[in-house]
Every structure is written in structure tokens, then in C-alpha cells.
């Protein structure tokens, strides 16, 4: 049942990795080991993702088990990990699986138990690809995101895509409106027109009314020359009215009018041509509100939003932020012809944390700047931050006071609070420093094991002035 799936081992061992891969390659899969669980998790932040299940016992881990679950859960959701079962008592009887050739070696990997694993967890994976969400069909490749609320708005682009229907996109500033105006518009296997896209508040009114419907030549200063309009440009395609909110009530009227007869008159005519394109609106202003100001028709507001669609601000949907940010990272590098590159763990963690008031437009111009300030292969926290404002232990205090305070400070010019792993591991730099890199005597005086210390600084190593 599980040929052909890719299958990542991590084991310290050689002979037992050597022992597993004969066994999977009996099954026509394929498999790839490693020796550490670290070692898959920069391969994953590589982008390298291409398996379907990573298998290890965590036994000689460097990462807590449920630390690289999560890590490697946010780099790739569909992720299957499984810990390799062992028998409870060594028994050749109960080692059905494996070859005479391989009995010589001493394992005592429960092949039948790591069967039934893998199977439970194909069954899990049919059942999640039934289900509605997996039903998407992409047809706009460059449209990334995987949270439910995504894939929920997602769903309906695609079911209306065919359709004639009006829609209304609301959200937040660089929530992806635009985005997703597109991906309607080239879901339309019918469609044989353009589209046409206009930012309504970035354009006087007058000028406005003419680039919507079009002009007759003369018809008002410096009109020397007939024009057509959006409207006509957009035939038998998509016209997407960008930033309704901000058009004038005497627009309004006449867009009003456009849309029930569904034919327009160009400035300075009296002839009525037909128009037939799709209409796509959006707005990040709350239009109820607008309407409770009568700053906005209501009865423009229903001819529009026959089909709703709300994309949630960024923090609301934090499933997005790390594929949104891999996603963007590849093509800035691949823009700019540098090599590869990735993000460290704490960076991830403050993509993840980060509130992103600006939406995916934000963290797209935050990834570009992180990707360009680092010079190394990996992209780490301080890249994130503005210049000159690196997240760093403030030196102006004097050292004295510090100490006699037990505390430290710890700057930051961001938005969000650091997390608490970021200001432990920041607080056990500076102590060590402190200590003129003694960790033993640190140790004491901040008041934890040895142990304790030694492996923190294993995970995440201090940089001593
Ligand atoms: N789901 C997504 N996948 C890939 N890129 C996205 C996605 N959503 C947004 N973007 C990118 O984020 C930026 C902002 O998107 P867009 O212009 O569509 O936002 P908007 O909601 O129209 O913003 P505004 O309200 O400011 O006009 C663009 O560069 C766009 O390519
Ligand atoms: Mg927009």
C-alpha cells in the first residue's frame, strides 16, 4: 500500500539506516537517511521538502522530538513524522520482515508496528484529501497559502471563477485583494477578454468618470482624441474597481446606473454601447460603516457584492506566514540571481509572531530586506530588524547597575515583544559574557544547572565579545 512514497530516516546509527532502507526499498519506496534530525530540519528550511514522511527514533536527537515536530509542522503542514517502533523484547520470531541477509545484525526495529503506521497515516492523509479544502484546484500558481480561512475564500474563487457574478473582496491593506482579483479572473475558462484593474481613490474624479466609461474627442479640455474606457477595455474579461470605498457619490450614481443597464455612454456622447465584463471590487475600508455615514450607496453595495469574499488580516491565518515567506524568499533570491538562502529558528519564530499590520504586503518587503542585509546563507532575527536598531543587549547601561539589578536590557524598535526563548537566550549571552565566557562560574550565578546551561548554548550558541 505505501510504494513509491518518500521517505526520509533519521538515524545515528549506520548499520540499523542501512537495516530500515533495504527494508523500503523491498517496498519500492524511496528513502533518503540522515544522521541527525538537524540536519533534515536546514534541509528543510532549504525548501528541500520533497518526502512524504520522516521516520527517526529521536533517540540520538539533538532537537526535542516535539521541537522538530513543530519546526518542521510550520515549514510543511502535510508532514508526516513517525517514530521508528521498537519491539519491547528482542525477538528473532518477531522479525517477519526481515531478510536472512540482514538477521546477522542486532536490531530490533518492530517492522510489522512501522507498517501499520505508515498505513494509519496514509489512510488519514486519503481522508484529509476528500475533504472539501483539498479539492482546490490551483489555477494561479503564484497565489500561496494553506490555512483554512485561505483555502476556504480560495474555494469560492474557484466555484464563482465561471461565473458572471459580481464580487466584493474586503480585507485589511495587503491582504492579497488584488491577488485574488486575478486569480478569479484567470480561473475563467471562458473568459476571452483582459484584465483591467483601476485604483479608484488614486484618480481625480473627472479624470475618473472618462477612464471608466471613455471620451468623444473635444469633449472637454484636452481631450484631443476619442478614448475608450475600462469598461470597453475589460470586454469579455474582468474589470477590477480597486479602492471602491473611496469613489464619489456622483460616481457612485452613475456606476449604479451602469450596472443595472448594463451599458455605458462615453463622456461627451449620447450613444449607449452595451458592456459585458465582469465586475471585481475591493476595498479595505469597512463599507458598512461607510454606509452608515451615507458615504456609500447601499444599493451600489448589493450590485456589487453579489458574491462576498473577505480575506482575514495575516496574524489571523499564521499558517500562511511561513510558506508566504519561503515563497517570497525564493523568488527575491532567484530575482536578484544570489544563492539559495533560508531562515534560521528564530527567525521563523518572529515571522510567526510578528503581528504584520501591513498584511503579506508587509512581510514581503520584510523578507526582501532581510534577504538582501544577510551576507550569509542563513537569515537570521537580526536581519529583521530596522538598521542600527539590531536586537542587542544595550551597552549604554552601565554594567555595574545591571548586575546589582539583576536584569538586563534587551533593545527593540519592533512592534512586538521579543519571546521569551529569544530573552533567556539573550540573558545567557550577556551572563556569560559577564563571566569572561566561564560557563561553570554563569552557571552559579544565575542560578541553573550546569547541564542546563551547557545544552542551551549546544542549541543555541552565545557569541562572546
Ligand atoms: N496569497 C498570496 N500569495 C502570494 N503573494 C501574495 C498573496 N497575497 C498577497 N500577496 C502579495 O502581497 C502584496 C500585496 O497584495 P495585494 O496588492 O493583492 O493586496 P491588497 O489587499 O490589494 O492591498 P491594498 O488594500 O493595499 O490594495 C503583493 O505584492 C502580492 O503579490
Ligand atoms: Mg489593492
New binding site residues.
Partial sequence: MFRQQKIILVHEDLNTSEHVTAYFRQKNCSITCYQSTEAVLNDCKDGKTDWNFIISDFLSSDIVEEDFKKTVKSISPEASIIRLPHFPIKSKAQEPFVQESFNFLKQDIDFNQLQKLIEMELKNKKEVANSAAAKVNYLYK????QSPA?IAALLVAERVAQSKASIF?S???????????NYIHSGNQNKKGKFVAI?CSAIPEQLLESELFGHAKGSFTGAIEKKIGLFEEAENGSLFL??IGDLSLPLQAKLLRVLQERKIRRVGENKFRPINCRIIS???KNIESLIQQNLFREDLFFRLNVIPIN?PPLRDRKE?IVP?AQ??LKKICTESHIDRKCFSNEAVQYLMQNSWRG???E??NSVERAAIMSSKHEITLDNFMPLGSQLKLDKSIETEQVINQNCFSLKCNHETLPSLELVIHKYIEYAVNANNGQRDKTAKEIGIDRKTLYKRIKKEPVVLN
Fill in positions: 503564484d497565489i500561496i497559502g485561505f473582496i480585507g485589511e491593506s495587503g491582504t492579497g485583494k488584488e491577488v485574488f482579483a485604483n480597486d479602492e475591493a476595498t479595505h480575506l500562511d508566504l515563497f517570497f498584511n503579506v504586503r512581510l514581503e
